[in-house]
């Protein structure tokens, strides 16, 4: 059974740093396509970063670029989602979100949650100003 566990979620002043962990079973890591997805309270699911063995880090939006970074570490079957200078405008329910899929959907798609079958129940990251 696939299941994936976020943790590391919390409440920090802006400008500072969260590691989010997403801990998966139930699969072989490098199978799959691994993501980072975010949902603000009254806005839609948007997408962060994907990682996957083919094409390594994918982009789904700009905010993250030079902030936020990706990362899977095999051995402990986890990705995690770095985060750093963080502002109010971060603040949302962060997911992950697997597909047996050995790359990572393009960034140009208009919408990145659909190509992606397992998720998460999510962890909350609060930014206070």
């Known amino acids: 059974e696939v299941q994936l566990v976020e943790s590391g979620g919390g409440l920090v002043q802006a400008g500072g740093s969260l590691r989010l962990a997403c801990t998966t079973s139930g699969f072989v890591l490098d199978d799959y396509a691994i993501a980072w997805f975010r949902q603000a309270p009254g806005k839609e699911r948007e997408g962060v970063q994907c990682v996957s063995q083919l094409d390594g880090v994918a982009y789904f939006s700009e905010f993250g670029k030079g902030r936020f970074t990706i990362s899977s570490d095999n051995a402990r079957n986890t990705v995690y989602l770095q985060m750093n200078d963080l502002q109010p405008e971060d603040t949302a329910i962060y997911y992950c979100?697997?597909?047996?899929?050995?790359?990572?959907?393009?960034?140009?798609?208009?919408?990145?949650?659909?190509?992606?079958?397992?998720w998460g129940h999510g962890t909350q990251v609060t930014v206070s100003s």
């Open positions: 979100a697997a597909d047996y899929r050995n790359h990572c959907p393009s960034p140009r798609q208009p919408k990145h949650d659909i190509f992606f079958r397992y």
